[in-house]
């Protein structure tokens, strides 16, 4: 696994305490968007449709500092947007791991070079770079040619600074798995940690919606390209989401796992769906009809999905809510 030790053991300390506790509904992940203006327009992003009034806004520091003390969750994702175009976003950062949380910057690198000097490497911070693939799939995915180029140059330059370093990549309906096994192959030679995956899911404002997966065609993919895995190839991901992506396993939707804050608030019920917000984390998991969303629900809107903020939260908590879950964990390991 692409996830150091000290991180999983923080990360199992705070759910056995929460099941100690006896607290029902509990974050993993704060998903944190400082803002939503970026430098691409993917044609898969549902977050960059806002009128240039919301585009040019953005969350302060303080902001972002109480979200992260209120919700508690031990880790804190800052996507976007483009969270390099924040302008104080070194500090956040900075903030977020003063008060004792893992911090992954999502980036698309298209300023990571330049950016590199304004952040110190730490245990606690990880880049997380978004590559959807093999340079001509990745261009495309972005609408912008030459962005793999400088995106894998800048992964470098993380590395040799010494930075942790991960990817993100999500695949839709025309990934090749030949190609998406060689592009595994690409980016662990690059000196990334570990690798993150993820289903495309058809977010309600993305320009192009015809290439998100149907919960079949997921399982079909992932089945084929993580069939046979290379013992050099890490994911910074829990092995039964893994095997829950090839169909081997199934979980229903944990969705207040990873919340998201962002201008808005809290967003209901989670991060890829827009069905209000909240004042306070409290709020919403209080005030959310958690029963209404996930597969097993019947919400048509849940059917198909199977992305990671919804489903690597019930794969963690599987795992290190029992013993026998520490069990399936390791024999997925060795799988």
């Known amino acids: ?192 940690e570990g690798m993150t995956l993820s289903a495309g899911y058809p977010y309600e404002k993305a320009a192009d919606r015809r290439h998100f997966l149907r919960k079949e065609e997921t399982r079909r993919l992932f089945a084929a390209v993580l069939r046979g895995r290379k013992k050099h190839w890490k994911f910074n991901q829990s092995p039964l989401f893994l095997e829950f992506l090839t169909g081997a396993r199934d979980y229903d939707c944990t969705p207040w796992g990873m919340p998201g804050y962002s201008l808005f608030g809290w967003q209901k019920p989670c991060y890829l769906l827009e069905e209000g917000h909240c004042k306070t984390f409290a709020e919403l998991l209080e005030h959310t009809e958690w029963d209404r969303y996930g597969p097993r629900s019947g919400n048509p809107k849940c059917i198909n999905c199977m992305v990671h903020s919804g489903f690597e939260a019930s794969a963690v908590n599987d795992t290190f809510g029992s013993p026998s879950g520490m069990l399936r964990t390791i024999g997925a390991m060795i799988r």
């Open 1 to 192: 696994m692409g996830v150091p030790i000290s991180q999983m053991l923080a990360v199992a300390r705070y759910i056995v305490g929460r099941k100690v506790s006896r607290t029902a509904r509990y974050p993993l992940v704060l998903m944190l968007e400082p803002l939503f203006r970026c430098n691409l327009a993917c044609s898969g992003c549902g977050k960059i449709q806002y009128p240039p009034e919301i585009l040019r806004r953005q969350l302060s520091p303080e902001q972002c500092f109480e979200a992260a003390e209120e919700c508690g969750a031990p880790m804190v994702s800052i996507p976007g947007g483009e969270p390099l175009l924040h302008p104080q976003i070194a500090g956040i950062v900075e903030g977020l791991i003063a008060r004792g949380k893992y911090v992954y910057l999502c980036t698309n690198a298209l300023l990571l070079k330049d950016k590199l000097g304004d952040f110190r490497p730490n245990k606690y911070f990880t880049i997380n770079v978004h590559l959807d693939g093999l340079e001509q799939f990745h261009d495309r995915s972005v609408g912008r040619a030459g962005v793999h180029r400088i995106a894998t140059e800048a992964i470098r330059e993380a590395v040799r600074r010494g930075f942790r370093v991960t990817t993100n990549t999500t695949l839709f309906n025309d990934a090749d798995p030949e190609s998406v096994r060689a592009f595994f192959d690409e980016t662990m030679a690059l000196g990334v």
